[in-house]
């Protein structure tokens, strides 16, 4: 009978332990990829607008619309959001929207946070992104901004120009592609990243650091315009 109940007893610990991990664990950004579906279920985006993905320099320009009013502007980024976490729920925030042109910023926190991950890793981990958006959306243009100059982060900045040219090259070879070099514009004449562009985190850009995006970014949506 003691056997019989220790057995009662294990099998309930593993079932209640097993059914209780969806609720305890999530994967990273589940929050906020579930905030946008929400959004999505209330009023879905029209379809062949300009969709932005990326990290917290997507998701932190609020304002987006008003940099390109003549386009209709979907924002779907997430902060601290690495090149991994756009692969894993671009069925969710990229493939359903059929947009007319995706602009993507995103590669920069890959560097960042582990000092494992190196520029041709980064090269990889686009890549799979870009054959998963092309393999679901053939013919739908991708721009690609390059990884920033920070001045929080300016010791990356090596690895963050390696990185950017593997990306631009890589883009050579592929049609209906752009890639938007911001990274050498927001340098002054030293070769250091402008401070007066960035909020006093020294990551996040101001509005002066958006315009820098705007001007590079616009020539490319009017040109893939229908």
């Not at 054959?131 to 991708?142: G, H, L, Q």
């Not at 963050?160 to 890639?179: G, P, R, W, Y």
């Amino acid at each position: 009978m003691n056997k019989t109940l220790k057995i009662i007893t294990c099998f309930l610990f593993l079932f209640f332990a097993y059914t209780s991990l969806p609720a305890q664990q999530h994967l990273p950004f589940y929050d906020e990829i579930e905030h946008f579906k929400k959004l999505d279920s209330a009023h879905f985006p029209p379809k062949n607008a300009v969709l932005f993905v990326g990290s917290s320099s997507i998701r932190k320009w609020e304002d987006v619309q008003n940099y390109f009013p003549n386009e209709t502007v979907i924002n779907r980024g997430f902060g601290g959001s690495e090149l991994t976490d756009a692969i894993r729920y671009a069925n969710d925030i990229i493939i359903p929207y059929h947009p007319r042109e995706i602009v993507i910023y995103s590669g920069e926190n890959d560097l960042a946070y582990a000092d494992s991950i190196t520029p041709a890793i980064v090269l990889r981990r686009f890549e799979t992104l870009f054959n998963i958006i092309r393999s679901a959306m053939p013919k739908v243009p991708v721009i690609y901004v390059s990884i920033k100059p920070s001045p929080s982060r300016e010791r990356l900045m090596p690895e963050m120009e390696v990185a950017n040219k593997l990306i631009k090259q890589f883009l050579k070879s592929k049609n209906k592609t752009v890639f938007v070099d911001v990274y050498h514009k927001m340098l002054d004449k030293s070769g250091t990243p402008m401070t007066d562009i960035f909020l006093s985190d020294n990551l996040h850009m101001n509005a002066k650091g958006y315009h820098i995006w705007q001007k590079a970014i616009t020539p490319y949506l009017e040109r893939y315009k229908n």
